[in-house]
C-alpha cells in the first residue's frame, strides 16, 4: 500500500507543488540562518536602508538586516507554529474522540472543559502567563494550544458522532471491535481532513497571535519572529517600505501556509480511498 | 451568473454608499483633535485621569489664576499677583467680568472656597499643605496665606489649580461621585457637552461670554485615532501627535509639523537597595557602559538629545550646565568593576566568587505623552551592558506588570519615563525622595544621601529665586554623582496640524500647567 | 438514555460549566500582577505619597468574597467601572451592538460567501475554476488581519480619500437619522471588510472540503439518477450535508465575537466589546473586567448550547447518539 500511495503522490499536482514550497520553506528554516551574513540582533547598519548588494532586503529601523532578521524568523515562527499546531492537535484528536465514544457522563465532562477553555478571554491568559512566567516560546505554545484545542476537538467530536452510526462502524462495533480497535482503525482515519485543517488553522493562528502580543508588548526580544517583523513593518506603513520589509514577511508566511494548505488536500485524497474517485 | 450578478449587486451598492456618505462629512468650524487613547475621564478634578491629557481635557472648561503660554506665565482669571514677603502672603488682583458658564459671576470667594474645598477633599494635581487659607481681601482680589514659604506656589496652585464655584460645590458633600452636568460648570473658554466613554470622543461647545473674547471655534472634538498619519491626511483630524518618521510626508502634504522642547526624559530605574547597585561606584559603571548617544542613534534613529544626569531637562532655566557627566567609556566602566573585586571569566563576562553577574533589565511599551510605543531601547542598552562583560537579562512586560513590580523593588534594573522635567523644579523632590512619593513608580525613592535630602526640603522654601536656583544647582550636582537613576534621553517630541483650519497650535515653555508637554494650550483657540 | 434525562443532563452540563466561569471571572483578574492604582498613576504627573497611594486602593479595592460577588452578579449588579465611573453593565451593554455588527455581520458574510463559493468549487473539483480557487484562498489564509487592514486602510482611506479611517461614525454630527445611518455603514466598510477577508478562506476551504467528502455518498448518486435539477442536488441534498461543519464554525467564532475581533476593533478605534476589554486589563479596571470576562463567557456558553439544539436540528443522525 505505502508503495501505491508515495507513487500517487509523486504524481499529483497539488502534493508537489505544497511539497516544493514546503521543502523551499523548510530549507530557509534550517539551512538559512548559517548562510545569512549578519547577525539578526546587530543593530549596527543604517536604518531604513534601501535594498543593496549588502543588504538585499534593506535595513529596518533599528539598524538590522532584513534578510537576516527574516531568515531567524522563518526558522522561529514555523517551529513555532508546528509545536502549536501539533500540540493543539494531539489534544483535540484525543479528547475530540475520547468524548464521542464515551458519549455519557465523560463525553459531556470533556465538552465542558473544553466550553470552559473556549469562554476564557485569551487577552487575559496571556496577561497572566507572561507576568507570572517568561514569555518564552515554549510557555506561550503551551498556552496557545491549551487555549485552542477546544474548537478542534469540537469538530472532531461531531463528525466523530455521526460517523459511528455509519453502517460499516456499526457493524464493527457488532463483530465485536473493542473502543480502541473502531477509534483508531476507523474513527481516526475517517476524520483525518479535518486534522489537517485542524492543525494548519492552529498553527496560522500561532504565528499570528506572535504578532498581536507586539500590542501588548510580550514578545521576546531576545528571539526573532515573523510576527514581530510584521509588526514593526506595520507600525512604519507610512514608510515606503512595502516592498521589502512587510512584502517578504508576509510572503513567506502565505507560502508556509500554502504548503500545508495544498499537502493537506492531496493527502486527504490519496489516503482516504472513498474520495480518490472524486478527483479522478 | 446569479452569484456573480449578487456581487454586482453590492458593488453598485457600495458606490451608492460612497457618494452619500462623504455628503455628511460637511461641518461647520470646529476642530477635531486626535489622541490613540481617547478616553481619559471625564474633565472635571475629580473624574479626569491623572495623566497630562486628562488635565489637558479639563482646562478647557476650568480656569486657573495664570496660565502659561510659549514664552512663560500669563494672567489667567488673575490680572495681576505680587507676593508679600511680610505677611508671607501672594496677592492676587481678579479680572472683573468673568462668568460661569451658567451665567454667575466669578468672585473672589469662590477662590477663597476653591482652596478650602480643595483642603477637604485633595486634589492630586495641586498640594496645598502649605496655605492656611486664602481670603477675599477686595471686590476683586484674593490673597493666600501660607503656613511657611513655598516655592512652587506660582505653578503649583496658581498654575495648576482650577477655581470651582463656590454656589455649586458648596451643596456637594462627596466630588467624586457627583456627576450632575453641574459638576463641569466651569468658567474657561468652552462648555463641556459630551464625552462618550466608549469611543473615546469629547464634545466641547465655545463660551460666548468668555472673559477672554468668543473662542475661535464653534466646536472642539476630541476623536480617539490609532494612527495620527492617517487622521491628519484624512482630514479626521486637525491636530495629533507624530512620531518623527511621520514629518516628512505629512510636511509634504501641507501640515505644519511643531517640536517641543526637552520636556519628557528616559530613564534607567535602579534597585540601589540590592548588590551590587547598592554601591555607588557600580551605579557608575554602568554610566560610563551606557553610551546615550548610541541609544539615540540605533533605536531612534538619532531623534532625540542626550539627558542630563541631574534629572531636570537641559532647557530648564534651573538647569545646571556644570552637572557632571559621563561620556561613554567602557575601559573606565571595567576598571571600576574590576575594582570592585569582580574578575573578567573567560568568556567575556565578569564573575565574582564564581558567580556570574547577570542583571535583569525590564522594558515595556511605556506611554510617552499618551501614546505607547514599545521600542528597542533595551536591546541596545543590553549589547552596551553585555559588550562590557555584565550579562543582561532583557524582559519585555506589559507596563502596568512592570510598574507594579519597579514600585515593589522586585526589580534591578528597569526602564522607565516621564514628564515635568520641564516644570517647576519640585519634580525633583517627587523624582528623587520616597517622603514625596512613596507611592509613584518614576521615583527612585533615594534617602541615602543627607544633604540630597536636607536641599530637597530647603528649595521648596526659598523664596528667592536666586537663592532657589543655587540650590537646585546643587540638587542636580549630587544627584548626577549619586545615580540612583540614570537618565538617557530625551525623545523627539512631535506633533502636527493643518495650517488650513486657521489656527496656530504651540508647546507651552515649561509644558501646561505641573509640566505636562502636550501641544494643546487653550491659547490657541483664544487669541 | 430517555430524551428527558439527555436535556437534563444537557442542563446539569451547562450549569456545571456557568458556576466556574462564574468563578473564574472572579478569580482570574485579581491574579494580574499589578493593580488599578499603580495602573492609573504611572507615568504621571501625580505623584503619590505612601499615605495618599494607600488611601487610593482603600477606596478602589474593597475586598469581597466570592458569595458576595455572586449575590450581586445574579441581582444584576455588576459594579462600578474604576476608571470610567459607569456601571460595568452598562458600558458592555453599550458596547455590545457595535460588535454584533461587526464581528456578526462579518461572520455572516463570510460565512455565507464562504458556503456558496465553496460548494460552487465542490461541485466543480479538479477543474481550473476550483484549482484557482483553492490556490487563491490559501494564499490569502496566510495574510494577517492586521496587514489586511493596514492595506486597506493605505489604499482606500489614505489615496483614495473613499473611506474613513477609523471611528465607528463621524463623532457629534447630528444629522437626521437617516445620515446617520448611512455614516455608521460608511465606516464599517473598511472594518468589516478586513474582517471578511480574514475569514472567508477558511470557512471557503472548510466548506469545499466538507463538501467533497459529501460527494461521493450514494445518495448524491441516487439524487441525480432521479433527474432532479442540478441546482437542486447541489443545494438541497448535498451541500446541507456538509453544512454541519460550517455550522458548527461559524457558531463557535460567534461565540468568540467578543475577544476575536480585538485586533481590528482597535485599529479602527471601534468601540465594541474587545476594546472595552483590552483597556480595562491596561488599566486594570478589576469591576470592567470581571464584568466583560463574565459576559462573554456567557455568550460562549449559551451559543454553545444552542449549537448542541442546532446540531439535532439540522443533522438528524446525530439525534439517535445516546
Redesign the interface.
Known sequence: MHRKVTATLKGDKWFITGAAMGGLMALIALVGPYLVPYNPQEMSFQPFARPSWEHPLGVNDGGQDILSELVHGVRNSLSFGAMVGGLALILAVGVGLVASWYDGVVGKLLMSCADIFMAIPSVMILILVAALFQPSATVLALVLAGLSWPTTAKAVRAQALVLRDALHVRAAVQMGGSAWYIMTRHLVPETFPLYLVGFVAKARMAVFTEASLGFLGLFDPERKSLGEMIHYALRYYYMDTWWNWLFPAVLCLSVSIMAAGFMAISLERVLDPRLRSLWG | MS?LRFFLRVLLG?SV??V???A??A?GAEI?IADS???W??PNPW?H????PG?VRMSWVFETLVWKDENGIVPALARSWYYDRDRRAFVFEMVAGAKWHDGKPVTPEDVAFTVEYFKKH?Y??VVLDYVERAEPTGPNQVTFFLKRPYAPFMEDVGGTMPILPKHIWEKVPDPKAY?EPAAFVGCGPFVF??F??????Y?YVAFPEYYLGRPKVE?L?Y?????P???L??G?AHLANIEP??RP?LESRGMTVIADRAGWVKKLMINHRMFPLNDKRFREALAYAISQEEIIE??H?GRGRAASYGLLSVDHDDYNPNTPGYPHDPSRSRQILESMGFELGKDGFYYKDGEALRLELL?????VAGQPA?D?D???IR?QLESVGIRVD????????T???V?NWDFQLAI?????IMGDPKILN??IS??????????ARFQDNKELLKLLETQMLEMDPAKRRAMVYRIQEIFAEELPSICLYYPETLAAYDPKKGIRWFYTKGGIS???PIAQNKLSLIR | MGRKAKTLGNVVNFLVAFSLLVYLSYALPRLMPGDFVTAMFASSHVTLSAQQEAEAKAYFQREEGFGLYLLRIVRFDWGWSYALFQPVLSLILQALPWTLVLAGGAHVLASVCGFVMGVEAAWRRGSRVDRALVGAMTMLEGVQEMAVGVALVAIFALHLHWFPTGGAETPYAEVSLEARLVDMAHHLVLPMATLVISYLPGNFLLARNSMVMVLGKEFILTARAKGLPEKRVRYAHAARNALLPVLTRFGLRLAFMVTGVVVVETMFSYPGLGTLLFNAIRSRDLPLVQGVVLFSSAVVLVVNVALEFVYTRVDPRTRHAP
Open positions: 452569484t457600495f454608499l460612497i452619500l456618505a462623504t455628511t462629512w461641518h477635531r487613547k481617547g478616553d475621564g471625564y473624574k485621569y491623572p495623566r497630562g488635565y485633595p492630586g494635581w456627576g457637552k459630551d462618550d466613554v466608549a469611543k473615546g470622543t464634545l466646536r472634538i476623536v480617539r485615532a490609532l494612527d498619519l492617517a487622521a491626511l484624512s479626521q518618521e511621520m510626508l540605533k533605536a534613529r522594558a515595556s511599551s511605556i506611554t514599545a528597542r533595551g536591546e541596545v549589547d532583557l524582559r519585555n512586560m506589559e507596563q502596568t506588570t510598574d507594579a513590580k514600585k522607565s519615563g516621564h514628564g515635568g517627587e523624582m520616597e517622603e514625596y512619593a512613596a507611592g509613584s513608580v518614576n521615583s505641573k509640566g505636562i
